[in-house]
């Protein structure tokens, strides 16, 4: 039969040998001075991995990509003016229908005319029986100049046949101003469809937009 002698726990060498590998009550790993210790315990252990969140901004209702100046295109009594053709022909149609058309010169980089846009578009809402004109002042410099447009954001109302009945500058802070200006043209010429009827096809495009066209060149 072989004995085994056993280290007495209480002795010195006893204590020597285990003492490294004791843990202290504060940390989860034992006190061990062995490097490759360390370094296993470097290797092994995971660290939590930073989230990251994405921080993204729209507009409730519009896609993030849509440029602040093309969201009235959801309104159909709003339409984006690329050219004076384009404008004259709008004049033109909402002259035969006697409808009031309201028209916004703004600019891109404007901060006043972005602040205004939303209520634009509501006032596009709440009153579909009026044409409401976009015009990019920038990208139809010499047009706008020609119609003596000198500030931003600024607003023409047209109406059937009388051609432009007011012109003014307005801000998100004066909006009163702009709501009291299409209730009080909207009252005082009721919206008629087709007031001039089917012979307003059959006229030539120049008598048509004349008495709308008068006035276009006149002093802001």
Not at 128 to 147: G, W
Request: proline share 5%.
């Amino acid at each position: 039969m072989s004995t085994v002698a056993v280290a007495d726990p209480t002795s010195s060498s006893a204590f020597s040998m285990n003492s490294s590998r004791v843990k202290d009550a504060a940390s989860p790993f034992p006190r061990h001075t062995d490097r490759c210790f360390l370094r296993s315990l470097i290797k092994t252990y995971t660290f939590p991995q930073r989230q990251k969140f994405l921080q993204v901004k729209a507009t409730l209702g519009y896609p993030a990509s849509v440029s602040w100046w093309k969201k009235g295109g959801q309104h159909g009594n709003m339409l984006e003016i690329s050219s004076s053709d384009q404008f004259y022909d709008a004049l033109g149609a909402a002259a035969c229908q006697e409808k009031l058309v309201l028209v916004d010169f703004y600019s891109v980089g404007c901060r006043s005319c972005k602040a205004l846009y939303p209520k634009i578009c509501q006032l596009a809402a709440e009153n579909p029986n009026i044409e409401i004109l976009t015009v990019n002042f920038y990208d139809n410099l010499a047009f706008c100049r020609s119609l003596n447009i000198n500030v931003l954001p600024f607003f023409h109302f047209y109406r059937g046949s009388e051609g432009r009945i007011d012109a003014f500058s307005c801000s998100l802070s004066k909006i009163d101003k702009l709501r009291a200006a299409v209730a009080k043209y909207q009252a005082d010429s009721p919206f008629l469809t087709n007031k001039i009827g089917s012979s307003c096809s059959e006229l030539p495009k120049e008598l048509v937009l004349l008495s709308s066209l008068t006035s276009v060149g006149a002093a802001a």
